[in-house]
C-alpha cells in the first residue's frame, strides 16, 4: 500500500502545513476555503481546482457539458498557476480546506494526497462502472482502493514543422530512431541570433531524457541505478553542444514557452505530450499561428520494433472534506464516461476513456492533421508511467530533476551526474 515517502516528501509536509496560514487568504480570493451555504432549493455549489483556467480548455467543456446534464450543480473553479498548482494544493489540504473536487495533475502527487488520508475512497464507482477502456485507470491503484479516476491519458509524440522540413528537402523516416533524429536536427538548424530556428527544441523537464529512456529501455527511476539514462543523455546534450536545440540554461532563465517556440517556426521538431495538440489547434483557429504542424511517433532506439513512448493520466478525486461528496463523485463518474470524454475530444484533449469512435472524432477535428503519419503517433504500441508510484516516488523525483539540471548546464558530467544521483537515491532514500 502507498505510504508517505520519506526524506523530501517529509520536509515538504512541514513546508505546506508552515505555509497553510500564509497562503490561506490567497487560497480563499481564489475560491477556496468554506463551502457555499446550502440553498433551500436544494441547488449546489461544487468548487473544483484546476491550473490555467483562461489557456486549459479541457475544463470549461467538461464543465459546461457537466451543468447541462446536471442543471441543479454549479461548477465553482478554483483556479491556481500551473506552476504553483501542487505546492498550493498540498497547502490546501494539509490546512483542512474543503474544496470538492482535486483535479490530479500528476500521480506523484496523488501516491502523497492518498497515503495521507485526504481523498474519498472511489472504489466502489470504479467496480459499478466498466472500466476496462479507460486508460491509465492502474495507476490510481493503491492496493486494491481508488482514490481518483482518471478522465484524459496523454502521451508523448513528436510534432514537426512541415514548412520547414520541405523548405529543407527532408523528410521523416518511419521508423524514426534517435540518430535519425540527431541527424535531421542538425541538418535543420539554420541562421545566428535573433533570426536563428533550431533544429529541435528539448523542454527543461527532466522527463525529455529520462523518462522516454525509462521506457524504451526498461529502467526502472525508481531503481537507484541510473545507468540507463546514458545513452539518451548523450543525444540531449550532443544536440546541445552542437547548436542545434536552445542551450538548457537559457531556456531556464528565459522561462522558455515551448508553445511559442514552435508555433513563431523556430524548432522544426519537438518531443511533447499530446496535450498540446488542443493548444495548437486553438491558436490555429484564432489566427494566432500560422505553422503547418504534423505528428509523428516518438524516435526510438536503433534495432528495437515497435513505439514506445511515455505517459501521464490526469484524474479527478473527491476532497475527504468535501461537504457536498456525492455530487462530487457524480462529477468525477461524468468525467470518466463517455459523455465527458466526448466533451474533451472537442477541443482536441485525449480522453483516458479511448474508443475507436472517439479516435476518429478526434481526428476529425478542424485543423488535425489528416496524413497516416500523424494517425499512426496516436497509437504508439506501448506507453509507459512517466514516474513509477510508490512510497518514495517524490523524494527520488527531486533529486533526479536537480541533477538532471546539474548535468543539462555542464555543472556535472554526464557520468558524475548519474554516479551522484545513484549515490543520493541510495543514501538519501532507499537506505
Request: aromatic share 8%.
Amino acid at each position: 500500500m502507498i505510504t508517505s515517502g520519506k526524506g523530501g516528501a517529509r520536509r515538504q509536509a512541514v513546508k505546506g502545513l508552515a505555509l497553510a496560514g500564509a497562503l490561506a487568504l490567497a487560497l480563499a480570493a481564489c475560491g477556496s476555503g468554506d463551502p457555499e451555504p446550502a440553498d433551500p432549493n436544494g441547488k449546489i455549489t461544487l468548487s473544483v481546482t484546476v491550473w490555467n483556467l483562461a489557456k486549459t480548455p479541457e475544463f470549461k467543456a467538461l464543465f459546461d457539458a457537466f451543468q447541462q446534464a446536471n442543471p441543479n450543480i454549479t461548477i465553482k473553479p478554483v483556479d491556481i498557476l500551473a506552476d504553483d498548482y501542487p505546492e498550493k494544493v498540498t497547502t490546501m489540504l494539509a490546512g483542512g480546506d474543503k474544496t470538492d473536487v482535486i483535479t490530479m495533475k500528476n500521480v506523484i502527487d496523488y501516491s502523497r494526497y492518498s497515503s495521507r488520508n485526504q481523498l474519498l475512497e472511489l472504489t466502489d464507482l470504479v467496480k459499478s462502472t466498466d472500466t476496462s477502456k479507460l486508460a491509465g485507470l492502474d495507476a490510481f491503484d493503491v492496493s486494491g482502493k481508488y482514490y481518483a479516476l482518471p478522465y484524459r491519458q496523454d502521451f508523448w509524440l513528436l510534432y514537426y514543422n512541415k514548412t520547414l522540413l520541405d523548405k529543407a528537402g527532408a523528410k521523416l523516416p518511419d521508423p524514426l530512431t534517435w540518430d535519425d533524429y540527431t541527424k535531421l536536427a542538425k541538418e535543420l538548424t539554420q541562421g545566428e541570433g535573433g533570426d536563428k530556428v533550431y533544429g529541435a527544441y528539448h523542454h527543461t523537464w527532466r522527463s525529455v531524457v529520462q523518462a522516454i529512456s525509462a521506457a524504451q529501455t526498461g529502467g526502472d527511476q525508481l531503481s537507484g541505478d541510473y545507468t540507463f539514462f546514458t545513452d539518451q543523455y548523450n543525444v540531449a546534450k550532443g544536440l546541445q553542444d552542437a547548436g542545434a536545440v536552445l542551450d538548457f540554461g537559457a531556456a531556464k532563465s528565459q522561462q522558455a514557452d515551448y508553445r511559442t517556440q514552435f508555433e513563431s517556426g523556430k524548432t522544426a521538431l519537438m518531443p511533447m505530450g499530446t496535450w498540446y495538440i488542443s493548444g495548437i489547434l486553438e491558436a490555429k483557429a484564432k489566427g494566432a499561428t500560422d505553422v503547418e504542424w504534423g505528428l509523428a511517433p516518438m524516435p526510438q532506439r536503433p534495432g528495437t520494433t515497435g513505439v514506445t513512448t511515455f505517459g501521464s493520466p490526469t484524474a479527478f478525486a473527491v476532497n475527504k472534506r468535501s461537504e457536498h461528496a456525492d455530487a462530487a463523485k457524480k462529477f468525477v463518474e461524468f468525467a470518466a464516461s463517455k459523455a465527458g470524454a466526448e466533451a474533451i475530444t472537442k477541443v482536441g484533449v485525449v480522453p483516458a476513456l479511448q474508443t475507436p469512435e472517439i479516435t476518429e472524432a478526434y481526428f476529425g477535428l478542424k485543423g488535425m492533421p489528416g496524413d497516416e503519419l500523424s494517425k499512426k503517433a496516436f497509437v504508439p504500441d506501448k506507453v509507459t508511467l512517466e514516474m513509477p508510484v510508490s512510497e518514495n516516488s517524490s523524494d527520488i523525483d527531486t533529486i533526479l530533476n536537480e541533477e538532471h539540471e546539474l548535468i543539462m548546464v555542464n555543472d556535472k558530467s554526464v557520468a558524475d551526474g548519474i554516479r551522484t544521483m545513484n549515490e543520493r537515491v541510495k543514501s538519501e532514500v532507499l537506505n
